[in-house]
């Protein structure tokens, strides 16, 4: 069995920062790709950023420059660095872990920027 946590939410004005974490527990072997997603209210759920194993990333257009993701393997833990926060950026962020061709996700941590 395989937990996918997430943590570091909140509510926060604009322009301001905040860092999620995300760690995989349990039955842990190598993990491939890290990513996060966020889903607003009545919108569909959104890639954010992913992280590969060998540290090669991707960012949606609106988070560039704003976002940074990162990840300590020895931690099974992946980062997103969140600065410059506007409204738009509000939603439910989620965790998603790639393992043995699996796909786990987590329950995910609410951000709420405030204008």
């Known amino acids: 069995q395989v937990q996918v946590a997430e943590s570091g939410g909140g509510l926060v004005q604009a322009g301001g920062s905040l860092r999620l974490s995300c760690v995989a527990s349990?039955?842990?072997?190598?993990?491939?790709?890290m990513g996060w997603y966020r889903q607003a209210p009545d919108k569909q759920r959104e890639l954010v950023a992913e992280i590969t194993s060998i540290d090669s990333t991707n960012y949606a257009d609106s988070v560039k420059g704003r976002f940074t993701i990162s990840r300590d393997n020895a931690k099974n833990t992946m980062y997103l660095q969140m600065n410059s926060l506007i409204p738009e950026d509000t939603g439910v962020y989620y965790c998603?872990?790639?393992?043995?061709?699996?796909?786990?996700w987590g329950q995910g941590t609410q951000v709420t920027v405030s204008s």
């Open positions: 998603r872990v790639v393992m043995r061709g699996y796909v786990y």
């Open positions: 349990g039955r842990v072997s190598i993990i491939n790709d």
